[in-house]
Structure formats: C-alpha cells, structure tokens
C-alpha cells in the first residue's frame, strides 16, 4: 500500500483547497469529487483548438511523433501538415517545454474534423486503425488533470475550463468523479496500484 496523507496547502496553480498525498504524488481532491464526462456533441472539441499554447510533450512523445510522423500523416489536415512540414512536430513554450505545434496560433497540428464539425485527434486515429502504438500524448488523454513536476514530487491538479462547462454538466447527470472518467490515462500514466489508491481516498473522503 502507499501511504496517503490529507493535508491543506496552495497547489501549483496557487488555489488553496484539500489535497492528498499517495506516495511521491500531491492529487487536488477535486480530482476526486468533481463530476466531469467529455461532451463532444456539445464543446466540439474545443480543448484542442482553443488556448495558448500546443498540448505538453515529453521528451519521449516528441520522439515517438518524430518517428510516426509518417503513419499519422495520412489522417491530418494540409492546414496541419503544412505547419509540421515547417516547424516540426513541436515548439518550446513560455515554460520552455516542449508542447505540439499550432496550425497560425490556434489548433493543434494534429487535429482533424468530422463530418459533423467535431475535433479528433489525427494520432488517436492512426492508433485506432493500427498505425501506431502512440494512442496520444499524456497529457491529452489526462485532461482537464494538468500534472506538474516538483523536486520531490508530482502534482495532479483539476484544471478548471469554461469550454468543459458541458463536460462537467453531463458528469452531474451521470455522477462520475474526474478520476473515474480518466480510469485508463491515470493508470497509463502512474499504474493500476496509484488508481487503486485513489478509489480508496475518495471512499474514505466521501464517508467523512
């Protein structure tokens, strides 16, 4: 088992609230509280055209995109391709991390749209259909947790958008928590053991 504390303290985006501390990993309880289910019908995918920036990479996604970029080039939009083709797969942010390039300042490079206007993911697709092992970055899949990395530890953050306001609507309806919407990106990410935990925290969290 991993040791888990609750405990009080500002969060790395400077919100004070409850957090809890499994092992070398800080969660916001809104993680575990908050309702949250991905509405594409009604936002369109707006998280992965909207914003400031391209979606975070590690330096190994950078490499694995270097390396696929031919298998998932069949599925992205010239706009897109275009934009690769002259800037690469990625840029360096205002954080100076790496994060996927934009296609002129907005959408990410790698999207597509369906016939009913709906964003995807040009990488998810090429996963889908077999092209490639890379389902899509982390930190895509992770969302709305932003995780951020300390010397000691990572934070799990809820990050709150009103473009998700659909999202958090339809997980009202269907009562499921965020950590349970993102089952499979969590575990991908930090393993069945720390999701196992985190079902344990909410528990005893929800029967205080």
Known sequence: MLEIRVRY????????????????????TQVLDRK??????????ACCVEGDAGAPLTSEEVSILK????????????????????????YMDQDNEPVTTLVNGAECAFVFFDENGITKCSI??????????????ISCHLYPIRVKQFNEFKALNYDQWSICAPACDCGDKLNV???RFLKE??????????FSELEVVAKELKSE
């Open 9 to 28: 303290f500002l969060s790395f985006f400077d919100i004070c609230h409850m957090l809890v501390e499994i092992g070398d990993k800080i969660v916001s």
């Open 36 to 45: 949250f289910v991905c509405d594409l019908n009604a936002c369109k995918g």
């Open 67 to 90: 390396d696929d970029l031919e298998a998932i080039r069949p599925y992205m939009r010239k706009e897109g391709l275009e934009a690769v083709e002259e800037q690469g797969v990625f």
């Open 124 to 137: 998810e697709q090429a996963h889908k259909e077999g092209k490639t092992d890379f389902k899509k970055p």
């Open 177 to 179: 928590p965020v950590f």
């Open 185 to 194: 990106p969590i575990i991908r990410a930090f393993g069945n053991d720390f």
